[in-house]
């Protein structure tokens, strides 16, 4: 079936790379994606990577992606305060309609 | 664009009465998407339109709920009648609607049912 796996919780101190997992199921998704929530506020796309790649790098954060075990991680380096928030990880589903299966999220606690 | 505009953004009402959740998707969008979030279940995807047509309501809970989309600048989420257990915060998505476009969220509606 269709799921998404992360863990629900990761503290970590300012300054300090943090490193958020995934696994996931449908190994014919073409795309992964990391969201981002504040809170009181709805998801915002973070950044994704195509099934294609192992390794795609923007600014401070690292995604690489492990097709073999369907696992995707997110690294934010330098983690900063404002980093405080829930991440999602979320595959598409093959088929069209760009219809997405979201993880339960991963809420990162950022501390002095 | 003003993106994905939700209304209301908080509701709070009685057990049995409707509850209807409007949404405006962003103008040129042609896939729209209903998600609840709560604590126990996280996101869930309710429903979701494509050219104004409901492509998947697998996810809708059972009949109380349901959506429309009259077209392509306005939906509703309706639920009638409403239990204490439908409260959740309802996210608002629409997309370019071709597989790996970016979903734009809406800020959502926080619903309470007394």
């Known amino acids: 079936g269709e799921d998404v796996e992360q863990s629900l919780f990761l503290s970590v101190r300012e300054g300090d790379s943090s490193v958020i997992n995934c696994t996931y199921t449908?190994?014919?998704?073409?795309?992964l994606y990391w969201y981002k929530q504040e809170p009181g506020a709805g998801l915002q796309l973070l950044t994704y990577?195509?099934?294609?790649?192992d390794m795609k790098q923007d600014q401070r954060l690292t995604v690489l992606l492990n097709k073999k075990d369907k696992h995707l991680s997110l690294r934010i380096a330098d983690t900063q305060t404002g980093d405080s928030a829930i991440y999602f990880c979320?595959?598409?589903?093959?088929?069209?309609?760009?219809?997405?299966?979201f993880g339960a999220g991963t809420r990162l606690a950022v501390h002095p | 664009d003003a993106g994905v505009i939700q209304s209301p953004r908080h509701e709070v009402t009685e057990m049995g009465q409707e509850v209807t959740l409007r949404c405006k998707p962003i103008?040129?969008?042609?896939?729209l998407f209903w998600y609840r979030q709560t604590m126990m279940r996280g996101l869930e995807l309710l429903i979701y339109?494509?050219?104004?047509?409901?492509?998947?309501d697998s996810g809708m809970p059972e009949d109380r709920f349901s959506a429309k989309m009259p077209n392509a600048s306005f939906s509703t989420l309706k639920i009638q009648p409403s239990e204490p257990r439908d409260s959740a915060v309802y996210f608002c998505?629409?997309?370019?609607?071709?597989?790996?476009?970016?979903?734009?969220f809406g800020p959502g509606t926080r619903l309470t049912v007394t």
């Open positions: 979320a595959e598409i589903l093959s088929g069209g309609y760009n219809k997405l299966i």
């Open positions: 339109f494509n050219n104004n047509v409901p492509i998947d």
């Open positions: 103008s040129g969008h042609n896939s």
């Open positions: 998505a629409s997309s370019f609607g071709l597989e790996g476009d970016e979903q734009y």
């Open positions: 449908d190994s014919s998704s073409t795309y």
């Open positions: 990577i195509f099934s294609n790649m």
